[in-house]
């Protein structure tokens, strides 16, 4: 049995019983319900649903926590993080706000979890079968950016017409000699819907490709949701003569000298002396654990 | 070694408690309270309710309270309090016709039937500070007739359709969508329409309505009819079968009269823009009027060229709490998508910089 | 309607409905693999309804989803728990429902359950499937989202409702089923493509 589905033992916090389970009243957990399933028969497609004013502004993740409300159990563990931190404000906000109406247990240790709500990362830990990433988007069409017009990129979506999406890409080409675009790189979900990853940095895109884990995206103001189911080809999109490439660092992380994480930089003095350390603070926690460090 | 921002946990606690030390101010003066919000800010009450979608006073005035005066924070709080009600009942369309009138007034004709009231308007008021409002106790209070009242009139634009001068608008009796349970989709249906616009920003409706003034979707729009007074809420419960009165709420209703349109095959007509807000919210339900015609472009066969007309562009940015919340989104932390980019723009830089050595 | 037709329904109908629906998505993300439900979590016994029929009905079905009956569930019974519990309108006509409660003998046509489109092709009717068992049919092989390389499964289907399925799939539009029996379940979304073993099972 692994770690997700025998998590430690952990305190439990109380719930407010002033709201229902997981805030959201049961009539709104169906609607997503059902369409979180339909997101998960059809992977990569953007599955309309009545979203919800939440009790957190819209773009602060209400869309991943309708989605973490609606799937979310008294047996789930809930890990949340921002940039890849669990200590960053709004994941502990919203971390909060269900220990708070929910009464679950959480955890920062990414085995641990069931549930993961993210905003902006992939953990580096490898995900497992019966975990649960919730993404937080906030734009969920690939395409907006060249059309505007929803009836537009819908259309472009339904006959399976991607070409403005590779004009715009070669076009990056022709400019930088390199595709321009850093984070939120449009995949393809099993050679059919191209897909808004979220702003992940691409780094994380190879993450999607085969994951074991279930991965969920919710954009709350756009009122999308959509899926990929675990074990699903995600692909970033390319051309043959300049093929996805993740980016590089030169350095390792200054605290557990992992050489193949994401990598903040940190503006150390006016000097602008520079220093790295991993995004991924528990990947990094657990290397400092390991004995591991940095230079 | 530096670590980044850590401590996200007390620093939201501190966050708090400072807030409400801002919202409180000087604890010499007197607190305010939420029944003085609702009695002497009422417009501000009527805005936090209309887009606020819930016809509350009491609840509006704390949203005010509580937002420390910031309307559009006031309209998101009880836009997430509201999103959790129970739905008992659909009330029966409000009666307009029979409001119990204490402003009305219509630029199309000298008189009408029915008359026109001034009633509590700050259009001919000189816009000069007040300072007896200062001196704090010493308002003498109202005076005159403050409780002038018309009966309930026939519509202005009635008038004009009876003699076939402006469009019908016929109910098809189509099923009303509710925009708060089910997504809005696109070309969306004139009761999608109007519901986005009842909730949309008045400052940005305003604009909107100012730029078709100014040419952008020029229409020829005059004030048709505003009335501002009481209804009655009417609902039928099923187990019922007849409809029972439930309450009064104080609504402001705007007929805009506009550009004639007519064709080979049928005489011209003036068309119309409607708003509805919630209190006494002229501005608000002149600019959704003008902005709800503009929207009608396709209708009458207009170009479609001017940012109003443009029904997803007006609809996907008119709601103020989800505009203030993805432009204050950006206050959150980006530093990986930053760094993303970062790193990006070095490799782009690269081979620009060896071509110029 | 007899109050005694009335059975009650989930003993906890927030923590219970969570988890039929997890069971669902589950079910739904690893398409051919057995899910079941802890007999706790599931509502009493209704005359007709397997037991993972009867929650994720209870769990799904609200007064937004119309529910067409193939005749076998059509019952008193069931008519009224389900619109007491549920709310779901109950239609006679398949291209209006949301949802659809078949059992085997309803297999050999599926026409008529909407499909979506290709804008939407979300807006489809979902099939909920009972069957005795969800073991000892004809193998065939399953490949797609949610499958690590190939699942194979035995349900006890006839050919026919394999012809059926592939008529009525066009990807995005398509049919997503539940096969139910006794509390296990199993999922069958429209991504999922079927191969059969050669020989037969």
């Known amino acids: 049995m692994n770690a997700a589905t025998q998590p430690r033992p952990q305190s439990r916090p109380q719930r407010d019983e002033a709201y229902n389970f997981a805030y959201l009243d049961e009539q709104t957990k169906r609607m997503i319900r059902r369409g979180l399933l339909k997101a998960v028969a059809i992977p990569g497609y953007q599955v309309p649903f009545g979203g919800r004013e939440m009790p957190l502004p819209y773009g602060w993740g209400t869309g991943g926590m309708q989605l973490t409300a609606a799937i979310l159990g008294a047996e789930d563990v809930l890990k949340v993080i921002d940039q890849g931190a669990d200590d960053t404000t709004n994941a502990v906000s919203i971390r909060r706000f269900f220990a708070r109406t929910a009464g679950v247990a959480t955890t920062e240790r990414t085995p641990e979890a069931t549930i993961i709500q993210t905003r902006h990362r992939i953990p580096e830990t490898p995900l497992q079968a019966d975990q649960i990433m919730v993404y937080q988007v906030p734009i969920p069409e690939p395409l907006r950016f060249i059309e505007p017009s929803e009836t537009e990129t819908r259309t472009m979506h339904a006959l399976n017409d991607y070409g403005v999406m590779h004009v715009k890409l070669y076009e990056d080409i022709a400019t930088f000699g390199h595709i321009a675009t850093a984070y939120a790189y449009p995949v393809t979900v099993d050679e059919r819907y191209v897909m808004d990853p979220s702003p992940i940095p691409k780094f994380d895109n190879p993450k999607l490709d085969m994951s074991p884990a279930l991965m969920l995206f919710g954009a709350g103001r756009e009122k999308r949701l959509y899926a990929v189911p675990p074990y699903t080809r995600v692909t970033s999109l390319d051309f043959e003569d300049h093929p996805f490439e993740v980016q590089k660092w030169e350095h390792n992380c200054a605290i557990c000298g992992s050489q193949d994480s994401f990598l903040d930089e940190l503006i150390l003095d006016d000097q602008g002396t520079q220093s790295f350390v991993c995004s991924d603070t528990d990947y990094c926690a657990q290397r400092v654990n390991e004995g591991r460090e940095g230079q | 070694m530096y670590v980044a921002v850590k401590g996200g946990e007390q620093a939201i606690d501190n966050a708090h408690k400072l807030l409400a030390k801002k919202r409180r101010g000087d604890t010499t003066v007197a607190e305010l309270g939420v029944e003085q919000i609702r009695q002497q800010l009422p417009l501000a009450v009527a805005r936090v309710m209309t887009e606020g979608s819930l016809y509350d006073e009491e609840l509006a005035a704390l949203a005010i309270k509580q937002a420390a005066g910031d309307l559009v924070e006031a309209i998101f709080l009880l836009r997430a309090y509201r999103t959790t009600l129970p739905r008992f009942s659909a009330s029966l369309p409000i009666d307009t016709s029979s409001m119990q009138l204490n402003r009305r007034l219509s630029a199309t004709f000298k008189d009408v039937p029915g008359g026109q009231l001034l009633g509590p308007t700050f259009d001919y008021t000189h816009r000069l500070l007040d300072f007896t409002l200062l001196a704090e106790g010493e308002y003498p209070g109202p005076q005159g007739k403050p409780d002038a009242t018309v009966e309930a009139c026939p519509r202005v634009l009635g008038l004009l359709a009876k003699e076939g001068l402006i469009k019908e608008e016929a109910d098809t009796g189509a099923p009303v969508a509710d925009i708060t349970r089910e997504p809005l989709e696109y070309p969306a249906s004139r009761a999608e329409r109007l519901q986005a616009l009842a909730r949309g920003d008045e400052g940005f409706l305003l604009a909107l309505g100012y730029s078709t003034q100014r040419g952008y979707g020029r229409n020829h729009p005059f004030a048709g009819e505003i009335r501002v007074g009481g209804v009655e809420v009417w609902i039928e419960p099923e187990e019922l079968g007849f409809p029972i009165a439930i309450g009064a709420i104080e609504v402001t209703e705007c007929e805009m009269v506009n550009q004639f349109v007519g064709s080979a095959t049928e005489l011209p007509q003036f068309t119309r823009g409607y708003g509805l807000a919630f209190g006494h919210a002229e501005r608000k339900a002149m600019g959704m009027a003008l902005v709800d015609r503009s929207l009608r472009a396709g209708e009458y066969a207009e170009e479609i060229i001017s940012p109003a007309q443009q029904e997803e562009f007006v609809l996907a940015h008119c709601d103020n709490v989800e505009a203030s919340g993805f432009v204050s989104h950006l206050k959150l932390p980006h530093y990986v998508d930053f760094q993303a980019e970062v790193e990006l723009i070095r490799k782009l830089r690269k081979p620009s910089k060896e071509q110029a050595q | ?201």
């Open chain 3, 1 to 201: 309607m007899s109050a005694t037709l009335l059975q009650p329904a989930f003993a906890d109908p927030v923590l219970d409905a969570q988890r039929s629906f997890r069971a669902a998505l589950k079910a739904l993300a690893g398409p051919g693999v057995t899910q079941s439900l802890l007999s706790a979590q599931t509502p009493p016994h209704l005359e007709g309804l397997a037991s993972a029929s009867h929650a994720l009905c209870l769990a799904l079905l609200d007064i937004d989803t119309p529910l067409w009956l193939a005749p076998r569930f059509d019952t008193q019974a069931i008519r009224a728990n389900l619109t007491f519990h549920c709310g779901c309108p109950i239609v006679s006509d398949r291209q209006n429902a949301r949802f659809a409660l078949l059992d085997d003998s309803q297999l050999h046509d599926l026409s008529g359950f909407d499909l979506g489109n290709d804008r939407y092709p979300d807006q489809s009717c979902t099939l909920l499937i009972q069957l005795p068992s969800l073991q000892g049919g004809r193998q065939v092989a399953l490949r797609g989202p949610g499958i690590e390389t190939r699942n194979h499964v035995s349900l006890p289907l006839q050919e026919a409702f394999w012809e059926e399925r592939e008529a009525h799939n066009d990807f995005p539009r398509g049919i997503d089923v539940f096969f139910l029996a006794g509390s296990e379940l199993m999922g069958l979304p429209r991504s999922t493509q079927v191969a059969f073993k050669k020989g037969g099972a």
